[in-house]
């Protein structure tokens, strides 16, 4: 938030907090609000919690039946990215979330992938062998923010993480 110059003026917090916690809000010249007990209505943190539980719901449903479920948390740099895209900034209603903390998403540079789709991913060929296959199985975890156009895949044989620009669905 300090990095998008988006400074937190409130806190809204559930029934109870200790009176360090207080002070230190208090310290960085911010206001707290606690929400009625039992009432998770009137906290935005639970409904957003809410909202991201029924989004990896859905991406679960999608998921590819042989990828190993231990690969599952790694959805979720994914899944915070395409939720942020899609809600709006409470601030900024015009404008997604997302676009309001980091700025536009430039689908070209960053394309998405099916979460936990079973894919093909090139290897290249100072990678390897003459007589090697041309690709490895694995499963898609998501669009890398980090590289052009490139994709993190999940490769089975290695069972280690990769960075691919070239991927087949």
Request: glycine fraction near 6%; charge should be positive.
């Amino acid at each position: 938030m300090k990095r998008a110059k988006l400074g937190l003026r409130k806190h809204v917090l559930e029934n109870e907090i200790s009176k360090a916690y207080k002070a230190r809000i208090a310290l960085n010249r911010m206001t707290h609000e606690l929400v009625p007990p039992g009432n998770h209505r009137r906290n935005i943190a639970e409904r957003g919690i809410q909202t991201f539980k029924s989004h990896m719901i859905s991406i679960a449903n999608g998921v590819s039946d042989d990828c190993p479920i231990r690969l599952w948390c790694q959805f979720v740099p994914q899944a915070e990215l395409t939720l942020n895209l899609l809600r709006q900034s409470n601030i900024t209603p015009k404008i997604s979330a997302f676009a309001h903390v980091h700025g536009h998403h430039v689908y070209m540079r960053h394309p998405f992938a099916l979460i936990g789709c079973a894919v093909e991913i090139h290897v290249k060929p100072g990678v390897r062998g003459m007589w090697d296959m041309r690709s490895v199985s694995g499963f898609s975890l998501g669009t890398s923010l980090e590289h052009y156009r490139c994709y993190n895949v999940y490769v089975a044989s290695t069972r280690a993480t990769r960075i691919s620009d070239h991927v087949y669905f």
